[in-house]
């Protein structure tokens, strides 16, 4: 059962975060990680997503937390954004 905050239950469908931290964050920490990290299929509602269009040596978790401005800035030869508009 959760509290008010959502704590008690995770969020997660997959999660590289341990069980127990899960139960313990707020619904709303849950929901701001990368769903490459602890997926909660809320990605696409809060703009965590990878702009990238091609091959990137960046890891997926950062591509998510970065903003869409930096991941651009950054050179195709790493993070491949050439394709996107």
Known sequence: MSNQ???GVSH???????QSVQEAAPSKLEHELPDSVHDTGS????????????????PQAVQEALPESVEKAV???IHDTSGSK
């Open 5 to 7: 905050q959502g704590q």
């Open 12 to 18: 997660a469908k997959d999660s590289q975060v341990p």
């Open 43 to 58: 990605n696409k509602e809060t703009g965590k997503v990878s702009h990238a269009t091609g091959d990137s040596k960046v």
């Open 75 to 77: 050179p195709d030869a």
